[in-house]
Structures are given as C-alpha cells and as structure tokens.
C-alpha cells in the first residue's frame, strides 16, 4: 500500500562504524612482531598508498595476509591524517613475550635476601635483624 510519504531504505554502515570508501589513502603501515620480514608481507596487501579507500581490498588484504600462516588474526585501524587516511594492518600476535628461566637461583638466592643485596631503604633493618648483611 503507497502512501503519500514514499519510504526508502538505505544501507548504512552500523552505528559507531565510519566508512571511508573512496577517501584517499596517504599512508599503508603493517604492524607485525619483531624478526617478521615485513617488506616480503607488503605484496599481499591490494590497498595501495595514493588509491582511494577500498573495504573490499581492505578486506581481500586481511585474507591474504591470514593465509600467509603466520598470524592468528590480522586487524586494520584506520586513522585520518591530513594528507589522506593511514591504513595499519595489524598483524597478531604483535609481540613475543619469552620467559628465562634460571633453575637453580631460588636455591641460592631468595627475594629478602635480594632486597638486601640491593639495600633497599626500607628492608636495611630487617636485613640487619635476620643476618642477611
């Protein structure tokens, strides 16, 4: 049933979301861990400085870069700058964070003893009290 007030739907993007289709990009950054060789990832990536915005290369991009194997979840960020949008693939995980073990330290060398070793201000007393100077 036509009324007097035609209604028209549009598709727009979801609330919170900006869509920067066909806006400039000036910069294209990829974030991954350290000893990743970047440069050899920047093929896989369709968005190219100078292009306008593209999602579906944005997009396109990411699955590129997951089928590389090496990263469990690639994100962009996109930041406008005022000589075009900076694109950062994110690729996860960043950062490798290691442990060092050191077996036989506890046997050794105990925290209070170590903050005594260090003279910490506040431990001089107890250091002093308990025979550990």
Request: glycine letters at 8%.
């Amino acid at each position: 049933m036509a009324g007097p007030f035609p209604l028209r739907l549009h598709a727009q993007p979801a609330q919170g979301q900006i869509s920067y289709e066909g806006e400039k990009v000036g910069f294209v950054d990829l974030v991954v861990r350290p000893g990743v060789d970047a440069e050899a990832l920047y093929p896989l990536i369709l968005q190219k400085e100078g292009e306008p915005y593209s999602q579906e290369k944005v997009q396109n991009s990411i699955a590129a870069l997951k089928q590389a194997g090496r990263f469990s979840k690639v994100g962009v960020v996109v930041t406008p700058e005022a000589t075009g949008l900076r694109v950062a693939f994110v690729a996860q995980p960043a950062f490798y964070v290691g442990m060092i073990y050191f077996p036989d330290a506890l046997k050794e060398l105990n925290y209070s003893r170590l903050l005594c070793k260090e003279q910490h201000p506040l431990e001089r007393r107890r250091c002093t009290l308990f025979g550990h100077a």
